[in-house]
């Protein structure tokens, strides 16, 4: 008798494992979506581990995510080893350094929360930085 209640659980767990990986998915590119805005939030790791998680739930979202207009072009260009464009490495270190260092001097008084917001921008930036350039056409 509890072979079968472990049997059942082992079912019930694997039928409920496409389901995690679509909720997973989905809060990554809720967060990849949040990072547009957040500069020191990065959005294409999370739009990628969104793609990885909707094609092992669900292999419509996964379809849906890789052929979107703005966020499937970084997907393609990373499955295919191109890196990111120039101009996306600039416009994203732009945005990051001007919104932490308006916050730095504008709105937080708070040394301990500027060297935070410092470390945490300089850290993205290498991440960027470091991130293969898309060679021109």
Not at 29 to 42: R, T
Not at 78 to 103: D, F, M, N, Q
């Amino acid at each position: 008798m509890e072979d079968r209640s472990r049997t059942r659980t082992f079912k019930d767990v694997k039928r409920l494992r496409p389901t995690l990986f679509v909720a997973c998915g989905w809060t990554s590119l809720g967060l990849g979506v949040a990072g547009l805005a957040l500069p020191v939030l990065p959005t294409v790791p999370f739009v990628l581990l969104a793609a990885a998680c909707f094609l092992r739930g669900s292999e419509r979202r996964h379809r849906w995510l890789v052929s979107h207009p703005v966020f499937g072009p970084p997907i393609a260009d990373y499955l295919a080893g191109r890196g990111l464009r120039p101009r996306a490495k600039a416009v994203a270190l732009l945005a990051l350094w001007t919104s932490v260092l308006l916050s730095v001097v504008a709105f937080v008084p708070l040394l301990a929360a500027d060297v935070a917001m410092l470390v945490v921008a300089a850290a993205v930036s290498v991440y960027i930085l470091r991130l293969p350039t898309r060679r021109a056409r």
